[in-house]
């Protein structure tokens, strides 16, 4: 793979929800990282892209917020846990972006939307043609296809 930034969605892709019935988790002992993640994620050269290795990123709707089933502090505390549990190191201040808005708000962040992605690529320094995204539904491709970048569906990027 040669790319400078590859970003992450979260649910389904990274984690998933221990709660049965729950699609996302509420709270920090209600996910575990999906099979596969850890051992890809290790054979990847982390780092910065202007330094010659790949920057990570998260993009992930979180309308739990919204809905007040948690904190965006806590939304975000359990995406960097999850990052650390997954690559093994605390992701860099400004890599994680997520959209704390409901379904009908109509921002500019919630997947399919760009801008998540739009946002990290201008964080990292790096062009669409050389960032990735990898997720899990038909609004994470649509993120992609709108901010012009790649996409790969994570059961292909988890591949064993």
């Not at 649910?11 to 729950?22: A, F, I, N, S, Y």
């Not at 988790?25 to 990282?33: G, H, K, M, S, Y």
């Not at 502090?73 to 605390?90: H, I, P, S, W, Y």
């Not at 500019?108 to 043609?129: A, I, Q, V, Y």
Request: charged share 20%; aromatic share 8%; glycine share 12%.
């Amino acid at each position: 793979m040669n790319y400078d930034l590859i970003i992450f969605d979260a649910d389904g892709t990274l984690r998933r929800c221990t709660v049965p019935g729950q699609v996302c988790p509420n709270a920090p002992d209600q996910w575990e990282l999906l099979p596969g993640v850890i051992e890809t994620l290790a054979t990847i050269d982390w780092g910065s892209p202007s330094r010659g290795r790949a920057g990570l990123g998260i993009a992930s709707n979180q309308a739990g917020i919204a809905r007040g089933y948690l904190t965006e502090e806590l939304a975000r505390m359990m995406l960097e846990d999850t990052v650390e549990a997954a690559a093994g190191f605390r992701p860099v201040a400004g890599s994680i972006e997520l959209c704390p808005h409901g379904t009908r708000e109509g921002c500019s962040c919630r997947k399919p939307e760009p801008g998540m992605l739009l946002r990290l690529m201008d964080f990292w320094g790096t062009p669409p043609e050389k960032t990735l995204f990898v997720g899990d539904m038909e609004s994470d491709r649509g993120a992609a296809v709108n901010a012009g970048c790649d996409f790969l569906w994570a059961a292909d990027f988890f591949r064993p």
